[in-house]
């Protein structure tokens, strides 16, 4: 099963993707800050990262450069989720190809759509 990563301070936003999520097919793990989700990443193998930008104690920007720190997150793909869209710019050592942003008012089929297209690529969506 593929392992994602969902971090957001809020809670009811928290819960809402990872409920999504679940009900699509995969393996959601949660974490409130970008701390609680930096212990999250030494500790798991995740496939997949969502990340609000705007959070306690280490934000979504910190996270993502501990991620591309260690070696088993270097090439991961990163998808930074926000409600401040002044927040998309910007931010250093960003890869097109592994990295991507998506505002909070996001339809949720188009999260999932994304989400099935970076775990799955060319096979999301097809019967095997």
Not at 79 to 90: E, K, L, P, Q, W
């Amino acid at each position: 099963m593929m392992e994602i990563l969902v971090v957001d301070d809020n809670p009811e936003y928290l819960t809402f993707l990872k409920e999504a999520l679940t009900i699509s097919g995969y393996d959601v793990h949660t974490a409130l800050d970008g701390s609680e989700g930096c212990e999250k990443l030494s500790a798991m193998n995740i496939d997949l990262i969502i990340s609000d930008i705007r959070m306690p104690r280490l934000d979504g920007i910190k996270l993502h450069a501990f991620a591309r720190s260690l070696d088993a997150y270097r090439r991961k793909k990163f998808v930074f989720i926000s409600g401040y869209r002044d927040m998309f710019s910007g931010i250093p050592g960003l890869d097109p190809e592994i990295d991507y942003f998506l505002d909070k008012t996001t339809p949720l089929p188009t999260i999932i759509g994304l989400v099935n297209q970076l775990v799955f690529g060319t096979f999301a969506g097809k019967w095997v």
